[in-house]
């Protein structure tokens, strides 16, 4: 019987744990309190020892990421928090910011005492309205407390807090690209070296972390890594916050200790799957990471389980599908997102995610042949490894693993022209560019290679676009 851990989660159901009051009185900032009589490489100790991993995707040491910032820094250093939220499946750290924002405010104050920083900058995105609106809010109680500003908790010590939205590109939610984003850039991902630690935000020292990541700070602190190394393996320890979507019966944010097994969350605490059908596949950790099939279902919640099973933790977005959901249809959602988000800077990914969702397309509608199938696993081979940052690598993940699990099904697409479990085609919302044509014989004719424009036509199509940019 697994249950619930009540760590992080702990005031999510507390009426007024979103307000200073209320989060104090349920123990808020005793932490930073002991922190502020700690010394910045004690700090960095504990949260090592602790054996906290991000939680944003990657499941770097925290503590490890912030010893490589300079012990002495001659320029400014910053602290920043991730909170753009973008992958698909992925909403635990709304149900941070929402319901408990002062937690993060602590544990982003521990975090500058640590690295020895004086500034931090919360990076939220822009379709979260209400999540930012309670963070404003306990960031302007916090300062009239005297708890954020120029003199924290009566101590002398420095930090300020700026929230700052984003403009809603999913590709800010890479970290250097998050940076440009900060400067007031488009955001592009960065080539490293240097790393943000040496040159981040303005090119100075900074390090970036999780919603999630930093809000465990705070326990960790004030209980000690030893308290912390209760939950969860040797290799992955404390809690994790599982965002479980799909066709399950109760879909919500659950906490439990790492290594739980992911069949125990879909049948115990999400009360199994709707009509009591199979489950055909999931993807454990967010869209960008490889789906698996029903019967890996055991797995362990915990970074080491995952890649053994041929996937990977994410951020721990369960999607769990039933034998009624076509994996190509799931595959041609996702890859349609890549494409939109894709920021375009890299080859391999601008060009690769285009002709991905043009190749699904074509198979999903019935208008694809056997040898597509074999062209979509040699399309993300190129992108996967080569492209600038992991958003080609992401976008590569679903189809590979979804060829190799259900490749009959994909087969079923070419013989039955069309998708055999009746899914509605995606066609209306994106047809493709080039669109393989069925000759009245029954066989599929190649397309007819589109002329390029002749010289007036191209003409009045560059004035029109001229004068569209310069009414906007």
Request: hydrophobic letters at 35%; a negative charge.
């Amino acid at each position: 019987m697994v249950e619930e851990v009540r760590f992080l989660s702990k005031r999510f159901d507390v009426e007024d744990g979103y307000t200073l009051d209320g989060y104090e009185r349920t123990g808020g900032y005793r932490a930073v309190r002991k922190a502020l009589e700690m010394e910045p490489t004690d700090i960095i100790n504990v949260v090592k020892d602790s054996g906290l991993r991000g939680r944003g995707g990657a499941g770097f040491s925290t503590g490890m990421k912030w010893s490589f910032m300079p012990a002495a820094p001659v320029r400014p250093s910053y602290f920043i928090c991730n909170a753009d939220e973008s992958e698909p499946g992925t909403y635990k750290d709304r149900w941070l910011l929402e319901r408990d924002p002062h937690l993060l405010i602590e544990g982003i104050i521990i975090a500058c005492l640590a690295i020895r920083s004086e500034h931090s900058f919360i990076y939220i995105r822009g379709e979260y309205e209400w999540p930012a609106r309670r963070l404003g809010d306990a960031i302007v109680e916090a300062y009239e407390r005297g708890y954020l500003g120029d003199d924290v908790f009566g101590t002398g010590r420095r930090v300020h807090i700026t929230v700052h939205r984003g403009a809603g590109a999913y590709i800010a939610g890479e970290e250097s690209a998050l940076l440009d984003s900060l400067e007031g850039r488009r955001g592009f991902p960065r080539l490293r070296p240097p790393y943000p630690a040496q040159s981040g935000l303005y090119a100075s020292p900074t390090t970036v972390n999780n919603v999630e990541t930093i809000c465990s700070v705070p326990g960790i602190i004030e209980h000690g890594a030893e308290w912390y190394r209760q939950w969860g393996t040797e290799d992955s320890t404390g809690t994790k916050l599982v965002c479980v979507s799909g066709e399950v019966r109760i879909p919500r944010v659950f906490e439990v200790a790492q290594g739980t097994p992911l069949r125990a969350i879909v049948e115990e605490l999400c009360g199994g799957m709707i009509d009591d059908r199979p489950v055909k596949f999931f993807v454990p950790g967010g869209s960008s990471v490889r789906i698996l099939p029903g019967d890996k279902l055991d797995v362990g919640l915990d970074f080491e389980s995952m890649q053994e099973a041929d996937s990977m933790l994410g951020t721990a977005a369960l999607m769990v599908f039933s034998d009624r959901t076509c994996t190509l249809d799931a595959v041609l959602n996702w890859t349609q997102f890549y494409e939109h988000e894709s920021c375009g800077k890299c080859t391999p990914c601008r060009e690769g995610t285009f002709w991905l969702t043009q190749i699904l397309t074509r198979l999903e509608t019935g208008l694809g042949r056997r040898a597509d199938i074999d062209i979509v696993e040699d399309a993300c081979r190129q992108i996967e490894g080569r492209s600038f940052c992991a958003l080609g690598d992401g976008a590569a993940q679903p189809p590979l693993s979804a060829i190799k699990y259900f490749r009959d099904e994909w087969e079923a697409h070419v013989e039955e022209r069309g998708c055999p479990l009746g899914a509605t085609p995606r066609a209306e919302r994106v047809e493709p560019l080039f669109p393989f044509r069925t000759s009245e014989a029954g066989t599929i004719e190649p397309p007819r290679a589109r002329l390029p424009l002749s010289p007036p036509e191209y003409a009045d199509t560059a004035a029109a676009g001229r004068r569209g940019r310069d009414s906007a």
